[in-house]
């Protein structure tokens, strides 16, 4: 039984060395992808995003809070002489927001009429407009208060009173993991996965389409041992998905200053679960119909949608009933969820058995897969 | 063959070739059903933080029935700090308030007291809307504060509505109003599945036709081929584009401010691109097995590098080179332009430029490689 397994290992992997498609797909695609992925991002925070301000006013505050701006390290201003040449600049995505100051806002000010700062924001770019929104609102509170506390002070004459005057609420942000906002972190440890288990899938129903394509079938399960020549066949792929998982995870966790909460170890376990459960849906949608190419669109519709569905750009407590049945349908969720616990939390072997037992239910398909296959067999 | 009988033998080949039907009608109409689900909920509301109140005052209690009220928020109570980052870690809840002792004492004897907000930032985006709502509800709670403070000094309401801040920002969220995701999101991948199961369709169609060319070489004509599959396939999609863009919008919701001659112009181009680029795939595929791995596997890719998640200004440029091979970069830019942002054509001139130019030469390549496969 061993035997048979380990031929059909050599078998699969004399296979592969033959194909160079299948080569790709095990060794140059993927790191194609992660690596498009993980330079996108490298720039981990976004940075210098283009502002338009128009200034209508022409006012030392006016100046001030434009240079206050452009000195933050995320935004540029970018200044425009006509509200038209700047809402053109909005639309054709030269500029992501706008400031503009009306004529007599200083004087405004100074004589309380409490004018309108008008801040416009692109928000077709969710992303983007909420990193513009939340950086000017931190550059321009100061301001908005500073002058509150500058009036104070003629009442007050003591700079303490004055500031409690203004802001009665003092806000001592703290914020656990993530602490510098970074993008990184928080987007390829669901982008990664995603990908990763795409691969899984279609490497797999590469492995069997192809042979029983090219009718090589009959002979690789003559005399016997069905169950671990497919094992046998499935464990290259095991090996080398399970090391590039690892592999990303080593990335990431390099990439965010080597602080990770729990134990590794409690991840490698759930890489190695994920890889199994994705091999067997796999090989169970090929041999939903034995149709080489039909299996793989049906895996594409599977695994293609998998990233929205993570509940890292949008968050789980904002989907619908069917969004979150067809999350739970999918084991890549369950690993990025546990990743992230384990990672920021210190989640142990303990909390973690319920993702596993989640993302280890799936295999239970493989046997619907056997099934199949020996019944074509006897055929 | 004549042009009539290409036409026929490359639609006879299409239609009876299950995974190609199954990816351009079945597939099409399954994303457009599946991508959106997960943000159907257009605004996000109940977002769970624990608040620990140790000052138990008449103004501590309005400050929590303040944020128990909003939409956006759900409060739950804690005794303390730890067992308000245990309920953090059990995803109870995001994020947690602090109000301290003596806060309202503190407030009306002019010190400033500090709420304690610890947020999970785990998932970021979260921390925007907590901060929000919050900030909100405190500025709001500021200027009551102050109103009912001064109030005692005998000044008017009025003298002092003007004494609270120096000015107003007034915050305005162009085209997606709502912050909604869905807004956000759909027009472009829409358009994305479009060009993908496209490319899909023509790559096991062109696959197919180079498999059944090496087992018995008929006689064909390059351009009557092209030509055939850009009716084919050209006729489908633009009916889709058209499915998409009227009767999907509409049915999640999505505005539409193009100029609905503009946009067909655009979608035109779009189109030309996107066959023209199916042929070339199709023609260079040994296997039509190969189509649905290679689409599937740029998805991703493509869809953080062509700068409406992640911002051109922070791609590096030789990934944006990789974004610039594909219809979709410059169909998406510029159809959000167009129909989300109202920008005029001008404006997305280079765009519909580059999709034709991208036609052409995805249009020579696929003729070029069709060519030297009779000539072997």
């Known amino acids: ?379 | 063959m004549s042009f009539k009988e290409t036409f026929f033998y490359e639609f006879k080949h299409t239609f009876s070739d299950i995974a190609v039907v199954l990816t351009i009608i079945g597939g099409v109409l399954l994303y457009f059903f599946l991508y959106p689900q997960p943000y159907l909920n257009k605004t996000i509301n109940d977002l769970k933080i624990g608040i620990i109140d140790f000052d138990n005052s008449k103004l501590s209690r309005e400050l929590k029935f303040m944020l128990d009220s909003t939409s956006e928020l759900k409060l739950y109570g804690y005794t303390d700090k730890k067992s308000a980052l245990q309920g953090i870690r059990e995803d109870k809840i995001k994020a947690f308030i602090v109000i301290p002792k003596n806060f309202a004492k503190d407030i009306a004897n002019h010190k400033s007291p500090q709420i304690y907000l610890g947020v999970d930032n785990s998932y970021f985006l979260i921390f925007g809307t907590v901060l929000e709502g919050f900030l909100k509800s405190v500025m709001t709670d500021l200027i009551q504060q102050k109103v009912a403070y001064s109030l005692s000094e005998n000044e008017s309401v009025y003298e002092v509505a003007k004494d609270v801040s120096g000015f107003n920002i007034n915050v305005i969220n162009l085209y997606n109003k709502d912050n909604s995701y869905l807004q956000y999101v759909i027009p472009a991948v829409f358009i994305l599945i479009l060009q993908q199961t496209m490319l899909i369709g023509m790559g096991i169609a062109g696959g197919g036709f180079n498999e059944r060319y090496k087992k018995s070489r008929f006689v064909f004509n390059p351009i009557y081929t092209i030509f055939s599959r850009y009716i084919i396939f050209g006729v489908i999609f633009a009916f889709y584009l058209l499915f998409y863009i009227g009767f999907g919008f509409d049915f999640y919701g999505i505005n539409k401010i193009g100029n609905p001659l503009e946009l067909f112009a655009f979608g035109m181009a779009f189109l030309f691109a996107s066959l023209s680029l199916g042929m070339f795939f199709g023609s260079i595929l040994k296997e039509r097995e190969l189509a649905t791995p290679l689409v599937l596997f740029s998805s991703l890719p493509l869809v953080f590098s062509i700068g409406f998640i992640w911002p051109n200004e922070s791609i590096p440029f030789y990934i944006k080179i990789f974004s610039y091979f594909f219809p979709s970069s410059f169909g998406i830019d510029g159809f959000l332009k167009l129909n989300q942002m109202g920008a005029s054509f001008e404006m997305v001139g280079f765009d519909f430029v580059s999709l034709i130019g991208m036609g052409a030469v995805y249009f020579a390549g696929a003729y070029i490689k069709l060519s030297l496969l009779i000539k072997k």
């Open chain 1, 1 to 379: 039984m061993f035997r048979a397994f380990l031929d059909a290992f050599v078998y699969e992997t004399e296979e592969i060395k033959k194909s160079f498609y299948k080569i790709s797909l095990l060794f140059i695609l993927p790191f194609l992808s992660f690596f498009i992925i993980v330079t996108i991002f490298q720039n981990r925070v976004s940075s210098e995003l283009p502002l338009g301000v128009v200034d209508f006013d022409n006012s030392k505050l006016s100046r001030d809070i434009t240079f206050a701006i452009n000195s933050s390290p995320t935004l540029k201003v970018i200044n425009f002489h006509t509200k038209k040449e700047a809402f053109d600049a909005l639309k054709s995505s030269k500029v992501y927001g706008l400031v503009v100051f009306k004529s007599g806002f200083f004087k405004d000010v100074a004589t309380r009429k409490e004018p309108n700062l008008d801040v416009f924001v692109n928000s077709q770019y969710i992303l983007i407009g909420k990193t513009i929104e939340s950086a000017l609102m931190e550059i321009l509170l100061p301001f908005d208060v500073g002058i509150d506390v500058a009036k104070n002070m003629i009442k007050e004459k003591n700079i303490l009173k004055a500031v409690s005057k203004s802001v009665p609420i003092r806000v001592e942000n703290v914020v656990f993991f993530n602490k510098d906002k970074d993008y990184f972190l928080f987007l390829t440890s669901a982008i990664l996965p995603s990908i990763w288990q795409i691969f899984i899938v279609v490497s797999v129903i590469v492995s069997f389409g192809s042979m029983y394509k090219e009718k090589k079938d009959k002979d690789f399960f003559s005399n016997g041992f069905v169950v671990p020549k497919i094992l046998g066949k499935l464990f290259v792929y095991f090996l080398v998905f399970t090391l590039w998982g690892v592999g990303f995870m080593f990335y990431i966790y390099s990439k965010n200053d080597y602080y990770f909460a729990g134990d590794i170890g409690v991840m490698i376990v759930a890489v190695v679960l994920t890889v199994v459960s994705y091999e067997a849906i796999g090989v169970f949608l090929f041999t939903t119909g034995f149709d080489y190419a039909r299996s793989l669109s049906l895996a594409a519709v599977y695994t293609a949608p998998a990233f929205a569905f993570l509940g890292v750009t949008f968050p789980v407590y904002g989907m619908g009933d069917f969004a979150l049945f067809f999350r739970e349908m999918l084991p890549v969720s369950h690993f990025t969820e546990l990743f992230i616990k384990v990672s920021n939390f210190g989640y142990g072997f303990d909390e973690a058995i319920g993702f596993y037992m989640k993302i280890i239910s799936f295999s239970v398909v493989m046997i619907f897969a056997v099934f199949r296959i020996k019944r074509r067999i006897k055929a």
